[in-house]
């Protein structure tokens, strides 16, 4: 049996999903999740094989998630199962160690596959994205992103300075920094832009 923790914080699709799975004979879901902090709480307490997730997802993303996964001993494969069509979250998806990338829109049979194949060593990503994810590199450096996705929640350069622990000046020189890189006019178009391509 490949065991399997799912991790989606839309109620109805995560039940859905997960009756989906239960169908196939040599599936078995341990654990549901609706946080990134819940799934990685039921990886340490049940070992699954594979944990399906969610990109956006309050407090701990999907992405965030595959990242913390990586540094465990036993560390499950990761799937990324998203609504977001978008090359720079495969890209990122792939840098913090997801092993697939599929699209919800696919049929089960797809997500099954995909689980099997992952459980076995393997990868699983989505064909419409996968030559796509190399024509654009993200440009942004982890601590730029982490400053402009601050910035697009509304915070001010002094909260994110407290947040982030930054001065003030170093928040500026960060947004600056993303602005030019985006060729943006201003912080919110920044962060727009680094949204659509998936870079957020």
Known sequence: M????IAE???MVLGALSALLEIESDLEVVGEARTGSEALALVLKHHP???VTDIEMPGMTGLDLAAALREHERSPRVIILTTFARPGYLRRALDVGASGYLLK???SAQLADAIRRVAAGGRAIDPSLAA???TEPDPLT???RQVLRLADEGLSGAEIA????LSEGTVRNYLSESIGKLGARNRIEAARTARQKGWL
């Open 2 to 5: 490949i065991r399997i923790i």
């Open 9 to 11: 914080d839309q109620a």
């Open 49 to 51: 094989d594979v944990v």
């Open 105 to 107: 829109d696919a049929p």
């Open 132 to 134: 796509e994810a190399w």
């Open 142 to 144: 982890d601590r730029e």
């Open 162 to 165: 407290r947040q982030l622990k």
